[in-house]
C-alpha cells in the first residue's frame, strides 16, 4: 500500500504515552491501526443506522445475538493487535 505523509495534532501527553510503549518506530503503524479500526467502526455504525430505517428495531432475541457478536469481534481485534493469531514460528 502507498504511504503519504501527513501532519495531525496529538495531545503530547497522549502521543508520549503510545511512543513510550510502541517505540519511535512504531508510532505510525499505531496510528495506521487506531484510524484503520476506527473506520471499521464508523462504517459498522452507518450499516446498523441504515438496517435500522429498512427493518425496524430489533427484537431481543436479535439484540442479543448482535451483543454476542460485537465481543466476538472485539475479541478478533484484541487477538490480532496482541499477536495471538499469528502461528508460533512466525513471532
Not at 491501526?33 to 431481543?60: T, Y
Not at 442479543?64 to 475479541?75: F, H, L, T, V, W
Request: no cysteine; charged share 40%.
Amino acid at each position: 500500500m502507498a504511504t503519504k505523509k501527513y501532519t495531525v495534532t496529538l495531545p503530547e501527553e497522549l502521543a508520549e504515552e503510545i511512543r513510550s510503549e510502541v517505540g519511535s518506530g512504531a508510532f505510525s503503524a499505531y496510528v495506521t491501526r487506531a484510524i484503520e479500526r476506527q473506520r471499521e467502526h464508523d462504517r459498522l455504525g452507518e450499516l446498523v443506522d441504515r438496517l435500522l430505517k429498512e427493518g425496524g428495531p430489533l427484537s431481543e432475541v436479535e439484540e442479543a445475538a448482535a451483543d454476542k457478536e460485537m465481543r466476538d469481534i472485539e475479541r478478533w481485534f484484541d487477538e490480532r493487535e496482541s499477536g495471538a493469531d499469528r502461528p508460533a514460528d512466525a513471532a
